[in-house]
């Protein structure tokens, strides 16, 4: 008599190694950033979880030290990078952690500040990247246009 055998075994196995293939891939993967060399930050795939916006302001060297000051001290937020006309930060949320990326991208040519916030996991965001860069730009409102 052979001992019972749950087909269930063979998809667990497989299940699992599946998770661990996933999990070491996503450990490899980095989210694409601006940096110092590119012109202009990436534009948004997933609009329902990403926010990419445009301040026009006469003074970009003044108004992007103001916003890298306020990105340092707003709460559940890192500073990863940060050069003469780029910020990279990552951003907690309040409730489950998630990371979201936030950056910032001085354009003295055009007279321009690009602020870009978005979720790296999901679809959706709750609107939480559009809070973040609205109240950012609620206070940078007396330095850009």
Not at 15 to 43: D, Q, R, V, Y
Request: proline share 3%; hydrophobic share 35%; aromatic share 6%.
């Amino acid at each position: 008599m052979q001992p019972f055998r749950s087909p269930f075994n063979k998809v667990n196995k497989n299940l699992l190694i599946l998770i661990l293939i996933i999990s070491i891939s996503a450990g490899f993967c980095k989210p694409l950033h601006a940096n110092e060399s590119t012109k202009e930050l990436s534009k948004c795939v997933v609009v329902t979880h990403c926010i990419l916006t445009n301040w026009e302001t006469n003074d970009v060297e003044k108004s992007f030290q103001k916003v890298g000051q306020l990105v340092e001290e707003t709460p559940r937020t890192k500073v990863i990078e940060k050069t003469d006309n780029y910020i990279h930060a990552e951003a907690s949320t309040r409730w489950l952690h998630y990371i979201d990326d936030l950056e910032i991208k001085s354009l003295p040519e055009k007279g321009l500040i690009q602020v870009r916030s978005e979720s790296r996991v999901g679809i959706g965001d709750n609107g939480v990247n559009k809070k973040r860069v609205d109240r950012l730009t609620q206070s940078m409102k007396t330095f850009i246009n």
